[in-house]
């Protein structure tokens, strides 16, 4: 199959109008547990010509910046989507509720918007595909509001602010999806 090239991806993204949702410490956003970022200067590069919305689930679901770090304990984001897990925060508070409400307000902005795609942060218990602060045999899970994305049909692209970007694999995403 013919690889898009970025300015083909960027005209089709345009086209559609379909905004790409993104992580946004990989932009620059100082909205990290410690009140840090996490830019991607790739991504940045990037996405000076789509669409985007950037968001945090954290901080949509009303958590402060900065904040404790919290890992989900019995299970990872799609146990705590059913129930089975919980987040607790280095305070020993239970955080669910929030780490919840934040993934599903960043999931009524991707319906919203008629998103389809999200370019999410590696290892976050919130936006990572795979982190390590969960409670699997694996040593790794899903992030709350990744699997969230993921059971509605919205596909992830993880990144890590050091990755080139866009790799083919995005490129291949974008032109699935069109
Ligand atoms: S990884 Fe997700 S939840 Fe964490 S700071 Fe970045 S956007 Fe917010």
Do not use: W
């Not at 789509?50 to 404790?68: D, H, K, M």
């Not at 299970?75 to 669910?96: E, F, H």
């Amino acid at each position: 199959m013919r690889e898009p090239s970025n300015s083909q991806t960027e005209s089709l993204l345009l086209q559609k109008k379909a905004p790409v949702m993104i992580s946004a410490c990989l932009l620059g956003i100082h909205c990290r547990y410690d009140g840090r970022h996490a830019s991607c200067p790739d991504l940045i590069d990037f996405v000076t010509t789509i669409p985007f919305i950037p968001f945090c689930p954290e901080q949509l679901g009303g958590l402060p910046t900065p904040r404790s770090p919290a890992d989900i304990k019995g299970g990872d984001g799609r146990d705590i989507l059913s129930g089975r897990a919980k987040i607790i925060n280095a305070d020993g508070d239970d955080v669910t509720e929030a780490f919840k409400n934040g993934a599903y307000e960043a999931l009524n902005l991707a319906r919203l918007s008629g998103s389809f795609i999200a370019v999410m942060k590696d290892s976050s218990p919130s936006c990572g595909l795979h982190t390590q602060y969960c409670e699997k045999p694996s040593g790794f899970g899903i992030g709350i509001a990744a699997a969230l994305f993921e059971s509605s049909g919205i596909r992830i692209f993880e990144l890590r602010s050091n990755d080139t970007f866009p790799t083919r694999n995005f490129l291949k995403l974008i032109e699935e999806n069109h």
